[in-house]
């Protein structure tokens, strides 16, 4: 039905279910180097008759699942598509749309705490974190899902990941984050101002990936400047140096386009600043005719 797992604050509980949101549960912090907050270890097996096991209480502890509410049980029922066995991202207000449609239904503190558990899984997050659009009662896509809503799903899907297994994610985190960053259009201050949090370490891997785009920026615009010097079609210079083609036409796509913009933006700015200081145009003064005869 549901993955349940740790609480992370979504757009759909903080509109639809006020009263469920609150601290996230405890999950490991992101780590620069890519290690996870250590978990305690022990021996499994049975206890030793000599008495030499150490305590149950030090052996790894598996959270029992949750119970699934009825309330959760009876969305799955009533959308499979949204609540079955595939997770979809929900438009914002689709508490208001449930109860809307099924006013006797479902009680209200119960309907919050199911789309509260629903949206906080694991596989919810997984959804958003894709980048997929947000879908309504009928199962249709009618919202874009937003660049700071898959930043920080991105971010607890890694925490969460990243607490259950030994491998390094980090690389495969900031990989994602820059896919999103170049996603979403907005600029390096734009997209920060959206995401950044308390979480240091977070923020850190953030920096990271701007740091890498602006490295690959620099790349592809150094290799525009060398292929337009050449005069050279895109196959021969590729050839000329042994690249892939493939990569030469995308470095060369994203670098103009980046050009493009850039002047756009200074084009922009400079005439909000001429409009600013442009002096007003006095009135023209009343035409002689307008005054009437004097005499």
């Known amino acids: 039905m549901t993955d349940p797992a740790a609480p992370a604050s979504t757009p759909e509980t903080q509109t639809a279910c006020p ?7 405890p999950a490991p912090e992101v780590s620069p180097a890519g290690q996870a907050r250590p ?5 499994r097996g049975p206890r030793s008759p000599a008495g030499g096991e150490k305590p149950a209480a030090d052996a790894p502890q598996r959270r029992a699942p949750r119970p699934v509410p009825p309330a ?3 969305l799955a029922a009533l959308y499979p598509p949204l609540f ?10 689709i508490f208001q749309d449930l109860m809307a449609a099924h006013p006797e239904a479902f009680e209200k503190d119960a309907l919050k705490q199911a789309l509260a558990i629903h949206t906080r899984s694991t596989r919810y997050l997984q959804a958003v974190a894709a980048g997929q659009q947000r879908h309504d009662l009928q199962g249709q896509p009618v919202e874009a899902m937003a660049p700071e809503h898959v930043h920080h799903a991105l971010v607890e899907v890694y925490k969460r990941r990243q607490g259950r297994g030994q491998d390094d994610l980090l690389p495969r985190l900031r990989a994602r984050i820059v896919d999103n960053i170049e996603a979403s259009g ?6 920060a101002e959206r995401v950044r949090t308390r979480d240091d370490a977070a923020n850190a891997v953030l920096d990271e990936a701007f740091a890498e785009l602006a490295a690959r920026a620099a790349k592809d615009e150094a290799l525009l400047r060398t292929y337009e010097a050449s005069g050279q079609s895109v196959e021969a210079f590729a050839d000329m140096y042994g690249m892939d083609v493939r990569a030469v036409t995308r470095s ?5 386009a980046r050009l493009a913009a850039a002047q756009a933006a200074e084009k922009a700015a400079a005439e909000v600043a001429e409009a600013a200081v442009e002096p007003a145009v006095p009135a ?3 035409a002689p005719e307008a005054l009437g005869d004097a005499g």
């Open 19 to 25: 009263a469920a949101d609150g601290a996230p549960a």
């Open 39 to 43: 978990e305690r270890t022990g021996r």
């Open 72 to 74: 959760l049980e009876q």
């Open 84 to 93: 079955g066995a595939v997770f979809r991202p929900l438009k914002r207000g």
């Open 186 to 191: 907005l600029s390096r201050e734009d997209y």
């Open 252 to 256: 060369v796509v994203s670098a103009r």
């Open 284 to 286: 023209a003064p009343e």
